[in-house]
């Protein structure tokens, strides 16, 4: 096994982890799912994590000028995180997500990083010190802003972390 950890740019490097993402959401599954109907945003940067050239585990990651409380606020967003079902709990995702908060933190660009996940795993990020963000979010939808709260919000501290209040993501979701 050699394991090696990358960050590449979004749309370019789709293709090579599109298969991750077939493994772990299969549509048919994805279509019962609290977002599987979300128009979600591509992300700009992805960790990818491979084993042998082969992609394993990967984290996106966004960078969004949104509004927290009626201010400016710029968001580091993170999605799509799934390792491989074969490479769970090796602590690869523990690993990718790290990367990304690094990325946004060496950037110095954004104010604190956002992610939705589904409520089982709640406590995965809990763990690594991410916390709920108990306010409403606001995001883009077939060209209208809508109440986004297919997931649940979690925020880690960058500059400063919000956990209230109304956010506005000002674009699609991630
Ligand atoms: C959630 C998910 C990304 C976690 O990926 P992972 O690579 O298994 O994550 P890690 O290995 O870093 O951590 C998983 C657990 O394994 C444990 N672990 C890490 N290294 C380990 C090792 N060497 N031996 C045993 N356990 C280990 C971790 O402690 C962690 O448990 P904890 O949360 O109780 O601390 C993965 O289960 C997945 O792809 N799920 C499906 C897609 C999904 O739901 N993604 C989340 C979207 S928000």
């Not at 996940?117 to 979010?137: L, M």
Request: glycine share 8%.
């Amino acid at each position: 096994m050699s394991i090696e950890i990358e960050i590449v740019t979004g749309d370019a490097s789709w293709p090579s982890v599109k298969p991750l993402f077939d493994l772990a959401w299969p549509r048919e599954v994805v279509e019962k799912l609290s977002w599987g109907h979300v128009v979600f945003a591509n992300p700009e940067l992805r960790v990818i994590v491979e084993d042998d050239g082969q992609p394993v585990c990967h984290v996106g990651l966004y960078r969004r000028e949104g509004m927290w409380k009626g201010r400016k606020t710029r968001i580091g967003g993170i999605g799509g995180v799934v390792t491989h079902p074969d490479y769970r709990r090796r602590g690869l995702a523990s690993v990718a997500l790290t990367a990304a908060l690094h990325t946004l933190k060496d950037e110095r660009a954004t104010d604190f990083a956002l992610l939705f996940c589904e409520p089982h795993n709640v406590d995965f990020y809990t763990r690594r010190n991410w916390k709920p963000f108990i306010g409403e979010v606001f995001a883009e939808q077939h060209g209208e802003r809508m109440r986004f709260d297919a997931m649940t919000p979690l925020v880690s501290y960058l500059k400063r972390a919000p956990h209230e209040g109304e956010m506005d993501l000002c674009g699609l979701p991630w």
